[in-house]
């Protein structure tokens, strides 16, 4: 069965700084995955995810993650931060097979609080 | 296009009431989920629908949850009787088919059992 870890619960950092966001799967067959954004009191949204090809995946508002298959993670990173990008994030996996049945298996989050 | 439309957006209730959610997905995503998120968690799959039909309940409490998808477009999930533990946002999620091109959220029912 796979599980997702999310070693920071909070990651505090000024605006306009990098950051980067850890994830690591455990997993014992090829995985998809996939970073959500949750602002307060919203659902989630999709912002990047690795299905094949290219490590490096880029998502939107400026985010983007690095799939490192042999440390099993795929964190995600930012090289400027905003104000606006505080926000609850998190990773997520899903195996490669099972098609329509395939679900997702979500990380405890981590909140991004960007201080100006 | 409109998003997965979710109500009520809060409730609380006393333990051992029954309370029921709704979810309208996206039109024309066949794929339908409810997720549980408690306070400080990811969400966690409480059910799948493909369609009309069932295709993971494994983590859902089947002796108090219950849920339902006729004709295959808006849902229901059912707590009978809720428990002090059952507090969390629940958050219905709609996908075309399967998940790889990302899930589609609701704004969630924030649900609070005193």
């Known amino acids: 069965a796979q599980s997702v870890t999310q070693l920071d619960s909070q990651v505090p950092v000024f605006e306009e700084a990098p950051v980067e966001l850890r994830c690591n799967y455990s997993?014992?067959?090829?995985?998809?995955l996939f970073w959500y954004v949750q602002y307060p009191n919203q659902g989630l949204q999709l912002l990047l995810k690795?299905?094949?090809?290219?490590?490096l995946v880029k998502g939107i508002n400026g985010f983007e993650a690095e799939f490192n298959k042999s440390q099993t993670s795929f964190h995600l990173r930012k090289p400027s931060v905003h104000i606006s990008d505080t926000a609850e994030y998190f990773c997520?996996?899903?195996?490669?097979?099972?098609?329509?049945?395939?679900?997702?298996?979500f990380g405890t989050g981590t909140l991004l609080a960007v201080q100006p | 296009e409109a998003g997965v439309a979710q109500s009520p957006r809060y409730k609380i209730i006393e333990k051992r009431q029954s309370v029921a959610f709704w979810c309208n997905p996206i039109?024309?995503?066949?794929?339908l989920y409810w997720y549980q998120q408690i306070l400080g968690q990811g969400p966690k799959l409480l059910i799948q629908?493909?369609?009309?039909?069932?295709?993971?309940d494994s983590q859902l409490p089947k002796d108090r949850f219950s849920a339902e998808r006729l004709k295959g477009v808006d849902s229901t999930l059912k707590i009978q009787p809720a428990k002090l533990e059952d507090s969390a946002v629940y958050l219905c999620?709609?996908?075309?088919?399967?998940?790889?091109?990302?899930?589609?959220f609701g704004s969630g029912t924030q649900l609070s059992v005193l």
């Open positions: 999620a709609s996908s075309p088919w399967d998940i790889f091109g990302g899930l589609f």
């Open positions: 997993s014992s067959v090829s995985v998809y």
């Open positions: 690795y299905l094949s090809g290219s490590t």
């Open positions: 997520a996996v899903s195996d490669l097979y099972g098609g329509a049945t395939n679900k997702l298996i």
């Open positions: 039109s024309g995503h066949a794929t």
């Open positions: 629908f493909q369609n009309n039909g069932v295709v993971d």
